[in-house]
């Protein structure tokens, strides 16, 4: 069973869900969820986000695709001559304006992530 990382307000699970970050302006983009919290997540991506704008966050859970939205908050920058998910841009997320029905899906997404052996949650987004 996996455990929570680091030390704050909720629970971390790491994980390598597919995400679809939608900002308010401009195309899509599509990334990689990190790890995740009731408060926010991090995500890899292959563009520099801005930072301070809402994002709308598509996830995939069990039982389909569900929005959230994250405001981007901090960034990390890719690592020179890295490859993989160290040569993509690092954005931490602050979840804001979370409604009851998006609320419910996000703590289901935790509960499969802290009950799942690492790994097991690498569906191809939906």
């Known amino acids: 069973m996996p455990t929570p990382t680091g030390t704050r307000r909720h629970p971390r699970y790491e994980t390598s869900l597919p995400v679809k970050l939608i900002p308010p302006q401009g195309e899509p983009i599509s990334g ?3 790890n995740v919290s009731r408060g ?3 995500v890899a991506i292959p563009l520099e986000p801005d930072l301070n704008w809402i994002y709308q966050i598509e996830v995939s ?3 389909g695709v ?4 994250g405001e981007a908050l901090r960034l990390h920058l890719p690592r020179r001559g890295a490859s993989g998910t160290d040569a ?3 954005v931490g997320f602050e ?4 409604d009851a029905a998006a609320g419910q899906r996000l703590d289901q997404l935790l509960a499969e992530l802290s009950a799942s052996p690492p790994g097991v949650h690498t569906e191809p987004w939906r």
């Open 32 to 34: 990689t969820m990190l």
């Open 40 to 42: 926010g997540m991090l």
């Open 61 to 63: 859970d069990s039982r």
């Open 66 to 69: 569900f929005r959230l939205h």
């Open 88 to 90: 993509l841009f690092k």
């Open 95 to 98: 979840f804001v304006g979370t």
